[in-house]
């Protein structure tokens, strides 16, 4: 039972339906400051999953890779072409609030959708629930997914409420892919992958407060290498270096 993929799900759903109604209500200094707390528990959840890796130098290896992958395959592009093109479905239906441009409305609807469907703490925290039931990382994701729907509902409407939909179908198709992985795997290398998932977790954070806009959508791969990674350090690697 995907209990932390639809707990994601309704946070979302809610949080916009809240922002839609309630969002006269909030001011601009309320907004930026739970901005801020988005920020630093995105980093604290990402600091928690990292503490029990197993082999730091994997971890790295997995990071760089991982991420060149992204970046030449232009991942992060490919990313926003898909968030573009449920933006002009959704766009059929919903057009921008009266105090807001439609091209503004877009453009802020596929950061919306791109920051819900397709984050990295999302796909993480799904495939860890995914291979070992455990939906910590997806029900926290939820406190902050909620909130955020909430402020993004306050600015762009009852449309937020609508991204559910697409997200629920992408993390529903990698939770049932975790579950081909689960056999491949081992006490260790779950505790890198953890890790692995911690660091697009930081880079999140950093991001959402524009400390330092991490490639994050260029970084998801990260979570594909980091498991055959880890195999080849502990089996090939370790033996050869004692």
């Not at 990402?46 to 232009?74: C, E």
């Not at 807001?100 to 495939?127: H, P, R």
């Not at 991490?214 to 033996?239: E, G, Q, R, Y």
Request: with cysteine.
């Amino acid at each position: 039972m995907p209990v932390g993929v639809i707990t994601n799900i309704f946070a979302i759903l809610f949080g916009g339906i809240a922002g839609t109604l309630g969002g006269k209500l909030m001011s601009d200094n309320f907004k930026e400051g739970l901005n801020m707390t988005f920020s630093i528990c995105s980093i604290c959840m990402g600091i928690y999953a990292i503490a029990p890796l197993k082999n730091l130098a994997a971890v790295i290896f997995a990071v760089i890779i991982g991420t060149s992958l992204g970046i030449i395959f232009h991942l992060g592009k490919a990313v926003n072409r898909g968030a573009q093109g449920m933006e002009r479905f959704i766009s059929r239906f919903v057009k921008a609030p009266a105090q807001m441009d439609q091209k503004t409305f877009e453009t802020t609807l596929v950061t919306v959708i791109v920051l819900f469907c397709a984050s990295g703490t999302g796909i993480y925290g799904t495939l860890t629930e995914g291979i070992n039931g455990d939906a910590t990382i997806l029900i926290s994701k939820s406190i902050l997914d909620f909130f955020a729907a909430v402020i993004f509902g306050a600015n762009l409407g009852a449309v937020i409420s609508l991204i559910a939909v697409p997200q629920f179908i992408i993390l529903m198709i990698i939770f049932f892919l975790a579950h081909i992985i689960v056999p491949l795997t081992t006490p260790d290398i779950i505790l890198d992958f953890k890790a692995a998932g911690g660091v697009l977790m930081l880079a999140s954070g950093f991001r959402i407060t524009k400390i330092k806009m991490f490639p994050t959508a260029d970084m998801i791969p990260i979570m594909v290498v980091i498991m055959p990674i880890s195999w080849l350090w502990t089996n090939i690697i370790v033996p050869l270096i004692h």
